[in-house]
Each structure stands twice: as C-alpha cells, then as structure tokens.
C-alpha cells in the first residue's frame, strides 16, 4: 500500500483493512459494532454508535469514542457511514462543555451540576437508586483493586476502573454533591446521617469502607433504604 494510514478504520475481530474507496453501509440502529482509529500516533480509540444530547437538546447520532471512565474536554465523532475518508477529513468535534449526555455502547455518560457550576468532565452513570451514583477517573491513573465484598455483587463495577484519581458524584433530592478523597471519612459518614451504622463504618475507615470502595458503599446504602431499613 502506497500510504499508511494510522486512522485506518478496523471492525473488531478480523475484519480486513478499508481501502480508500471502501465504505461500510449506513449503520442500523441495533449496529453494536466497535471500529478502531489510532488517530496517527495518539491513544486507540474504539468508536461505537451512539446518541450525543448536546445542552440545547440537539441530538446527534454517530460514531462516538468509547470511554470506560468519562470525558473530558472535548470529543471527536464521525457521522455514519463511516469510511477511511471520514476520518481522515470529516472528524466532529464538541466541546464537553456544551454536551448533557452521551449514551453508547450500553453506558450513559451525564454531566454533572454541582450547585450553580457545571463539571468540566461526562462522568460515567454507574446506578440509580435513593442515591445515583456516577464517577469520572482522571487520564494516568493508577488502578486500585477493589474488593466488592457483599455488596453490589461481581458485576457492579465490571470493566469500570477505579483509581487513585477516581471522583465520584451523588445524587439525592435533587442535587449533585462530590466525595472527594481529602476528608473522605467525615465527607462521606455525613452524607449517609440516615443510617448511622454504615457511617460509623466510613468514620472509622474500616477495611473496604474507603473512598476508593464508593460503589460498594452506596449500594449497602441503597439496599437498606430500599428494604426499609435505616
């Protein structure tokens, strides 16, 4: 090939190589299909077909990058069908600023208001409950393991990473709030003042009662809410 192209478009698996000229049909609703870019040297993208609600109430459906961990910034999209060509010269770009959500590959991604200032970053929708819990994980992270204990079960953060730069946003009555890591302890125990052992639990920093254990903190609270409990 006379060119090397490192935004050459691959369907998972293995499918082969586009040329120029090639171009895949016009995507279906249900196409679930993961197409890789490298985008001349940056970090792989894998683009999966999706919705972005901008602010205003536009939407926009497309190939948008896959993301395990939120935004931030900006993103790039392309607009189906997509072809080498697309890439290379018809790449969209939206500020994360002007997005409210973006919903692909079976994930939503929201922005978040905290009082009257909105986050500079999608963070990812983990669960809904009497508290919604979302999360954004900073780029060169370093990933913690994470023992999930009863609660919340294997699957709750399946593929989802959490780091030592993970933030996480909750939801209740209305309002957004951060538990940062700073004051995590007295942060968080004051948040779950409704059920007052689980806070003791956050208070005295017991084993798995951590900011990085978050998920599973919320989900014992939501659990017991949700059986009447305290």
Not at 31 to 49: A, E, I, K, M
Not at 63 to 70: I, Q, T, V
Not at 173 to 192: C, D, H, K, P, Q
């Amino acid at each position: 090939m006379k060119f090397r192209y490192h935004a050459a478009l691959l369907a998972l698996g293995t499918a082969p190589l586009l040329g120029r000229a090639q171009q895949l049909a016009a995507p279906l609703a249900e196409d679930t299909v993961g197409h890789l870019s490298d985008g001349f040297g940056q970090p792989v993208n894998r683009f999966y077909l999706g919705t972005l609600t901008k602010t205003d109430g536009t939407q926009i459906r497309a190939y948008m990058p896959y993301s395990r961990s939120g935004y931030e910034n900006r993103i790039d999209y392309y607009a189906p069908p997509l072809s080498i060509d697309n890439q290379l010269r018809h790449r969209h770009a939206v500020k994360v600023k002007d997005i409210q959500s973006i919903a692909v590959h079976g994930r939503t991604f929201e922005a978040i208001t905290i009082g009257t200032k909105k986050a500079d970053v999608l963070a990812l929708h983990l669960f809904d409950g009497p508290i919604t819990l979302s999360t954004y994980s900073e780029p060169r992270a370093i990933s913690i393991p994470l023992a999930l204990g009863a609660f919340g079960g294997p699957s709750l953060l399946f593929g989802i990473p959490v780091s030592d730069k993970s933030h996480w946003y909750l939801y209740r009555n209305g309002v957004w709030t951060e538990i940062r890591r700073a004051a995590f302890a007295a942060t968080m125990s004051a948040y779950l003042f409704d059920n007052p052992e689980l806070a003791a639990k956050v208070a005295r920093q017991e084993p798995n009662y951590l900011h990085q254990n978050t998920p599973v903190i919320i989900a014992e609270y939501n659990q017991a809410k949700v059986a009447g409990g305290k």
